[in-house]
């Protein structure tokens, strides 16, 4: 696989402007990008930024869709005759969105479709793909390159990925949500701002480090805290009065359900 390969990233709102920085710490990259508010990506350095999306494509070997959803299709009815001309591999991150809706526009044109999150920032990423109808074994190859150099790939099949969404895509909310409750409750204690949000974030961060070290089930790391008639059973027994389980288990759901519902208004 040759040197400098030349991406481009279409859309520099929170994970676009996330996954193009980490990348372009690699070095082994040359990224442009492009996005209709002209003031994104300011001052940013060693990336290209492009006039519009058509000399984006033009330019690149590999497109990366960072949009909103509800902006897809509007953007492929005005750009798909730049892909099927020029051809570059498309790599589409665009949370509920088919490879067979993309191929309805840009006829065989090679894709892969991406689910990665937010934690790309600081290349922890947990990212779920799968191939396009016309894309290549090299399609992939690439596509693995790229998003495993920012954390950790997966490959499954399409139908997955929007169980992928609503388990690691909206993950980090899920995570930040319970950690914002947690430093409320230790700014009630008395615990200043900044002593309280590194309490917090470095407990978390800690645990992830042990869990993900070990091989030992979650119920098992749980057990292994939560001594007989100490302080965390004590806390653990009211979570499983008040059925904590079960409200993440409904929330969790939901992001499934509204996944599907993206996917649904996409034919």
């Not at 990233?9 to 492009?34: P, V």
């Not at 509204?258 to 996409?266: M, R």
């Amino acid at each position: 696989m040759k040197k400098n390969i030349k991406i481009g990233i279409i859309g520099w709102g929170n994970m676009g402007s996330s996954l193009g920085l980490a990348l372009q710490e690699e070095k082994k990259w040359q990224i442009y990008f492009y996005d209709k508010d002209k003031k994104k990506g300011r001052g940013v350095k060693y990336s290209h930024i492009c006039k519009n999306a058509k000399e984006l494509i033009e330019k690149v070997e590999v497109v990366i869709l960072a949009i909103k959803p509800q902006d897809i299709r509007g953007f492929l009815q005005g750009n798909s005759e730049y892909f099927n001309e020029f051809k570059p591999l498309l790599i589409t991150i665009a949370a509920g969105i088919s490879t067979t809706f993309f191929q309805k526009y840009l006829k065989d044109a090679r894709m892969i479709r991406v689910m990665p999150n937010l934690a790309i920032g600081v290349k922890q990423s947990v990212s779920f793909l799968c191939k396009g109808k016309f894309a290549k074994d090299s399609d992939l190859k690439m596509t693995k390159k790229i998003f495993s150099s920012v954390g950790e790939v997966f490959q499954v099949k399409e139908s997955f990925l929007d169980k992928a969404t609503s388990i690691t895509g909206s993950g980090p909310g899920y995570i930040y949500y319970i950690m914002e409750c947690v430093y409320k409750l230790a700014l009630k204690l008395g615990f200043a701002k900044e002593t309280a949000k590194r309490m917090v974030t470095s407990t978390f961060l800690g645990a992830a480090k042990l869990a993900k070290q070990s091989r030992k089930d979650f119920e098992v790391l749980v057990k292994e805290v939560a001594s007989s008639g100490g302080t965390t059973e004590a806390a653990l027994n009211v979570f499983k009065e008040k059925n904590i389980a079960e409200i993440i288990e409904e929330g969790v759901a939901a992001a499934y359900k509204k996944a599907k519902e993206i996917a649904g208004s996409y034919h």
